[in-house]
């Protein structure tokens, strides 16, 4: 069963046990994965690319997530959370940043650099060629720098 599949079955099973966080954010996911088929004429998308739309989707919602914080909107913010973990469950499992940093150092290793800021944008990319979709961008940046420095 593709991703695609498993989203529309558990669609319809969250629409029939009522469960409107479930079936709203599945629906805008769904969305944002037709709307980039449509936007690419046509294109049909493989699990890879549904997995980067919806770690786009975890992105935005936990970027507003500090917006709602600062303005105290605890409504909100208990929503999104929910939303995210809703998305995150179709999602690979995400590396924690101990391991984020041991793939840092092998990386750094093989390429032989020691540290120095200026080899900041060689290792990243190496790096994130590594992680892609199951490390955040951020938390990849944050070891990178913490290695580098």
């Not at 069963?1 to 669609?11: G, I, N, S, V």
């Not at 935005?60 to 909107?73: C, I, N, Q, W």
């Not at 032989?112 to 060689?122: A, P, S, V």
């Amino acid at each position: 069963m593709t991703l695609k599949e498993k989203l529309t079955a558990d669609f319809k099973e969250a629409m029939k046990a009522k469960d409107e966080i479930r079936k709203n954010t599945i629906s805008l996911a769904r969305a944002a994965i037709k709307q980039f088929e449509v936007d690419n004429r046509g294109t049909e998308l493989d699990d890879d690319g549904v997995i980067a739309i919806l770690s786009k989707q975890v992105k935005m919602r936990k970027d507003a997530l500090s917006d709602f914080e600062k303005a105290g909107r605890t409504d909100l913010l208990d929503a999104y959370q929910k939303e995210i973990e809703v998305l995150a469950a179709y999602l690979p499992k995400q590396l924690t940043p101990e391991e984020i940093t041991d793939v840092v150092k092998e990386t750094a290793a093989a390429m032989g650099i020691e540290g120095g800021k200026q080899n900041m944008g060689k290792l990243m990319g190496a790096v994130m060629g590594k992680v892609k979709g199951v490390a955040d961008g951020g938390e990849v940046k944050k070891a990178v720098d913490a290695f580098l420095s």
